[in-house]
């Protein structure tokens, strides 16, 4: 199955600046990320995102500019599909495809794509975008998550696949970001 920009929201899980830090290798997924937002804005895809006790973790990193994109939704669930504004900002959207990426890849990005399953929603695990303090752990989630039924794609397939046309005006405009 491939991507829908008019199915599809971006959902981004607690990319908190005390968090990313100790995530191996960060600053590329981090990178990813960022090239999803500007796909979405440019494609409309609508975006939400999650902090995981912002209280005591802090806020989203501030170099993704979140806030022009959504608020955050507070939660404790490691599962984000169990947070009922999470569940409102995704039902109220009415899109069946859920594009996952942040942190930590085998905690509460596995069990929010778990739960997402539950609900027959259509998961895709951006594996390139996705973060874990050890390695070990984030292809183990990949890995399990794949044999749970969610689709593991990368940020480019991603993008290209919301595209789908090498003639419009996104593409000249997300061109830059593809390269």
């Given at each position: 199955?491939?991507?829908?920009?008019?199915?599809?929201?971006?959902?981004?899980?607690?990319?908190q600046?005390?968090?990313v830090?100790?995530?191996?290798?960060?600053?590329?997924?981090l990178?990813?990320?960022?090239?999803?937002?500007?796909g979405?804005?440019?494609?409309?895809?609508p975006?939400?995102?999650?902090?995981?006790?912002?209280?005591?973790l802090?806020?989203?990193?501030?170099?993704?500019d979140?806030?022009?994109?959504?608020t955050?939704?507070?939660?404790q669930?490691?599962?984000a599909?169990r947070?009922?504004?999470?569940?409102?900002?995704?039902?109220g959207?009415?899109?069946?495809?859920?594009?996952?990426?942040?942190?930590e890849a085998?905690?509460?990005?596995?069990?929010?794509?778990?739960g997402?399953?539950?609900?027959?929603?259509?998961?895709?695990?951006?594996?390139?975008?996705?973060?874990?303090?050890r390695p070990?752990?984030?292809?183990?989630?990949l890995r399990?998550?794949s044999?749970a039924g969610?689709?593991i794609?990368?940020t480019?397939?991603?993008?290209f696949?919301?595209?789908?046309?090498?003639d419009t005006?996104?593409?000249?405009t997300?061109?830059?970001?593809?390269k």
């Open positions: 199955m491939l991507l829908d920009p008019d199915r599809a929201v971006l959902m981004l899980i607690d990319l600046d005390s968090l830090p100790a995530m191996h290798t960060s600053e590329r997924e990178d990813n990320v960022s090239r999803l937002l500007t979405a804005e440019t494609l409309g895809v975006v939400v995102a999650t902090e995981q006790n912002p209280d005591r802090g806020g989203t990193v501030a170099s993704l979140l806030r022009k994109h959504c955050p939704v507070p939660k669930d490691f599962d599909s947070n009922a504004d999470v569940c409102a900002a995704l039902s959207l009415n899109r069946g495809q859920v594009v996952l990426a942040g942190l085998h905690v509460c990005v596995l069990q929010t794509a778990a997402l399953l539950n609900y027959e929603a259509e998961v895709f695990v951006v594996a390139d975008a996705v973060m874990s303090r070990e752990n984030r292809t183990l989630a399990r998550l044999q969610a689709q794609v990368g480019e397939m991603v993008l696949e919301w595209l789908g046309r090498a005006l996104a593409f000249r997300l061109l830059p970001v593809i």
